[in-house]
């Protein structure tokens, strides 16, 4: 989303997660929270009647939009931006209720990529709503199986800001949440996961996490990119979902840093499910610029007021569909090295690895 036009953007958060692992129990636990009273939710239930002007007036007084007649990523696709713009249009007029923050519940099925693209390529989507993050909800239970069986929740996995672990309180033992968070860690290594019963997931924990907002705290930041600080974060796979994360002291200088962006886009960008990384760049060391990407679109590159800790190598999250996570880090490191070689120009970088 546009970085020019945040002030007063509203947050949209996606929640999503496979079927029944739980996302209409923590999303109703959520909204008795004071911190959500003017949230405004959108749910798209398979299967329901369409959206008409009635339905629409009567439910934004509830403040539960339903979304339906199709899965949220393929046929309501159109009718979601349309209701955003459309919702926002309304509140400004002062005819619906006034709204701080949206939650958008997707169906268990739901791919939540293409999502995420709508909401980037809508453009007064874009400028009104700001992406707040994507929460995922996971059965500890059923999660293993779900994500070995089940692209879409591998999906659902890969892109979350937040992931929400249910039903621990049934798994006796411990052996089945083990095994579905080794799953979670093989799709987002750097991804924080809440354990419902035990660490509750309320409103602090799951909202307000993007680096994008108008007072970004730097604690954000790092919760953003992800709890790990270590290097040693193992790169990892489920399926063809791979992730990969790089970490670099190399500086780029702006110019090596703006065509590094362009050939990830063009070259790795369709089999990118999400990117987000914070990037040293020479011109100005003690101010990261924030990276994210949904496959090709990428979010304009943000520099933000400071690192979000003492470690200031720049580093990306990779998580990607058949991606070669490596030949994107070797690309960071041919523009890093090509600019720190005085006699090459970094716009020559591409044509020296
Ligand atoms: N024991 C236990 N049951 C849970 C927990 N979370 C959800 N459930 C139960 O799991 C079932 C499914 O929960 P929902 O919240 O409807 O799941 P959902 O993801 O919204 O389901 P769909 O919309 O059908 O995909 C319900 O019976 C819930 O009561 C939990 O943490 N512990």
Same mark, same amino acid.
């Given at each position: 989303?546009?970085?020019? $036009?945040?002030?007063?953007?509203?947050p949209?958060?996606?929640?999503?997660g496979f !079927?029944?692992?739980?996302?209409? $129990?923590? @999303?109703?636990?959520? !909204? %008795?929270?004071?911190?959500?009273?003017? &949230?405004?939710?959108? #749910?798209?239930?398979?299967?329901?009647?369409?959206?008409?002007?009635?339905?629409?007036?009567?439910?934004?007084?509830? *403040?539960?939009?339903?979304?339906?007649?199709?899965?949220?990523?393929?046929?309501?696709? &159109?009718?979601? #931006? *349309?209701?955003?713009?459309?919702?926002?249009?309304?509140?400004?007029?002062?005819?619906?209720a &006034?709204?701080?923050?949206?939650?958008?519940?997707?169906?268990? @099925?739901?791919?939540?990529?293409?999502?995420?693209?709508?909401?980037?390529? /809508?453009?007064?989507?874009?400028?009104?709503?700001?992406?707040?993050?994507?929460?995922?909800?996971?059965?500890?239970? $059923?999660g293993? =199986? &779900? !994500?070995?069986?089940?692209?879409?929740?591998r999906?659902?996995?890969?892109?979350?800001?937040?992931?929400? !672990?249910?039903?621990?309180?049934?798994?006796? /033992?411990?052996?089945?949440?083990r095994a579905?968070?080794?799953?979670?860690?093989?799709?987002?290594?750097l991804?924080?996961v809440?354990?419902?019963?035990?660490?509750?997931?309320?409103?602090?924990?799951? +909202?307000? #996490?993007?680096?994008?907002?108008?007072?970004?705290?730097?604690?954000?930041?790092?919760?953003?990119?992800?709890?790990?600080?270590?290097s040693?974060?193992?790169?990892?796979?489920?399926?063809?979902? =791979?992730?990969?994360?790089?970490?670099?002291?190399?500086?780029?200088?702006?110019?090596? +840093?703006?065509?590094?962006?362009d050939?990830?886009?063009?070259? +790795?960008?369709?089999r990118?499910?999400?990117?987000?990384?914070?990037?040293?760049?020479?011109?100005?060391?003690?101010?990261?610029?924030?990276? /994210?990407g949904?496959?090709?679109i990428?979010?304009?590159?943000?520099?933000?007021?400071a690192?979000?800790?003492?470690?200031? =190598? $720049?580093?990306?999250?990779?998580?990607? %569909?058949?991606?070669?996570?490596?030949? #994107?880090? =070797?690309?960071?490191?041919?523009?890093?090295?090509?600019?720190?070689?005085?006699?090459? *120009?970094?716009?020559?970088?591409?044509?020296?690895?």
């Amino acid at each position: 989303m546009n970085a020019g $036009t945040l002030r007063g953007a509203i947050p949209l958060t996606v929640l999503t997660g496979f !079927l029944g692992a739980g996302k209409t $129990t923590l @999303l109703n636990r959520l !909204l %008795k929270e004071p911190a959500l009273q003017r &949230s405004l939710v959108l #749910v798209n239930e398979l299967g329901e009647i369409g959206i008409d002007d009635h339905l629409l007036a009567e439910s934004v007084d509830g *403040d539960v939009v339903t979304l339906a007649g199709g899965c949220l990523c393929c046929a309501v696709r &159109s009718d979601l #931006v *349309d209701t955003l713009a459309d919702l926002v249009m309304r509140r400004d007029e002062g005819s619906i209720a &006034s709204f701080d923050r949206v939650i958008l519940e997707t169906t268990g @099925l739901a791919d939540p990529v293409p999502v995420l693209h709508a909401l980037q390529a /809508h453009p007064l989507v874009q400028m009104r709503y700001v992406l707040d993050g994507v929460v995922t909800v996971v059965d500890a239970m $059923t999660g293993r =199986r &779900s !994500l070995a069986e089940h692209e879409e929740a591998r999906r659902q996995v890969a892109v979350a800001d937040r992931i929400v !672990l249910t039903k621990t309180d049934m798994d006796e /033992h411990g052996e089945a949440g083990r095994a579905t968070r080794d799953g979670i860690r093989a799709l987002a290594p750097l991804v924080p996961v809440l354990d419902m019963a035990r660490d509750g997931a309320s409103a602090s924990q799951l +909202f307000g #996490v993007a680096p994008w907002g108008e007072n970004v705290r730097a604690s954000n930041l790092g919760e953003w990119l992800g709890s790990a600080r270590s290097s040693e974060v193992p790169a990892g796979h489920e399926g063809d979902i =791979r992730s990969a994360v790089l970490w670099s002291e190399a500086q780029l200088p702006p110019q090596a +840093f703006g065509m590094f962006v362009d050939l990830l886009r063009a070259e +790795f960008g369709p089999r990118i499910l999400r990117l987000k990384g914070l990037v040293c760049t020479t011109d100005d060391p003690d101010r990261p610029v924030v990276i /994210h990407g949904v496959q090709h679109i990428f979010h304009p590159p943000r520099r933000l007021p400071a690192w979000p800790d003492e470690d200031r =190598r $720049t580093r990306i999250v990779l998580i990607g %569909k058949d991606l070669d996570g490596e030949a #994107v880090i =070797r690309l960071y490191e041919a523009f890093a090295d090509a600019a720190a070689m005085p006699s090459v *120009d970094p716009l020559l970088a591409p044509h020296l690895s």
